[in-house]
């Protein structure tokens, strides 16, 4: 299966219980286990031998994926696909797990308001901070407009 369709399924999903079945587990894990294959398949070419020389061993390698397999549990596929570009763009070395999963906490706003990010604060003018809270001491709040119109004067 290919890694991007992999990454848009589900790695776990509600266990669905009846009185004479029993648990989904075992379909849901092969899922999370193909993850975790895939994940180390992408790492290794984002990574080269930086990433093949933590595993010295086939042991020590499936040693690994175990960690790597408990550490995926309950992350969505969007989570992941953050995880793994973040990697690919600010890491230099192959992250720990605790890394890359600091690294699934995805951002809540707009990817476009990253720019305005950049951009230095305005600059505040006193003397129309000044007449902003004149208006405001004297009692008499102007509309909107009268306002803008006051300030924009200054």
Request: proline content about 8%; overall charge positive; charged content about 25%.
């Amino acid at each position: 299966m290919h890694i991007s369709k992999l990454l848009s399924q589900p790695l776990t999903q509600p266990q669905q219980h009846t009185e004479n079945s029993k648990p989904l587990g075992t379909q849901l894990d092969s899922r999370r286990k193909q993850a975790v294959n895939h994940l180390f398949a992408k790492m290794s070419l984002i990574f080269g031998t930086k990433w093949a020389n933590n595993f010295p061993t086939t042991e020590v390698e499936m040693m690994a994926k175990r960690e790597w397999y408990d550490a995926l549990d309950g992350l969505t596929p969007m989570q992941l696909r953050t995880a793994v570009d973040k990697v690919r763009q600010e890491c230099e070395w192959p992250p720990s797990i605790a890394e890359f999963l600091r690294y699934t906490k995805t951002e809540k706003r707009d990817p476009c308001h990253r720019m305005l990010e950049a951009l230095p604060p305005p600059k505040a003018d006193p003397e129309v901070a000044k007449k902003a809270l004149e208006i405001i001491r004297s009692g008499h709040l102007p509309s909107r407009e009268e306002a803008l119109k006051t300030l924009a004067s200054t």
